[in-house]
């Protein structure tokens, strides 16, 4: 069986916290930002659905004016916000919702969610399950 060679995306998650501190200090701007950065995206996670996430986020940096000229672009040019892609989504006869997400190095992963009988439970939690190959 031959492998397959992952290739690295050519832009790092915006939670790698060094990778961005590292970026932010190499353009000569404050370390203190980085923190602000992640301020402002609590605050998006805690006020937003997943699917308006990256969107809002990038609008929320953008909209602020705290920021040296040109950090928020120069940051969003080579950090990115998910680095996961849903491929496809669809809801069995059971209930259990499947999902196909791509990842950032191009490999699919299968992700279910069972239909919970229980309340008490997180809905949001979904299993990996990694397809075989």
């Keep these: 069986m031959v492998k397959k060679k992952r290739k690295q995306d050519s832009k790092k998650s915006i939670f790698d916290k060094s990778s961005l501190t590292e970026f932010v200090k190499n353009h000569g701007w404050k370390s203190t930002h980085v923190k602000h950065l992640y301020k402002i995206l609590r605050r998006t996670a805690k006020s937003t659905s997943i699917a308006e996430f990256e969107r809002v986020f990038k ?62 439970t997180h809905p949001h939690v979904l299993a990996p399950t990694y397809p075989h190959t």
Excluded at 63 to 86: G, Y
Excluded at 101 to 112: P, Q
């Design 59 to 120: 609008l929320a940096l953008t909209n602020e004016h705290t920021f040296p000229n040109n950090m928020i672009e120069c940051v969003l040019k080579s950090f990115q916000v998910f680095t996961t892609r849903v491929v496809k989504t669809y809801i069995s006869k059971d209930g259990t919702v499947k999902m196909i997400v791509k990842t950032h190095d191009d490999h699919k992963v299968r992700v279910f969610k069972k239909k919970e009988k229980n309340t008490h």
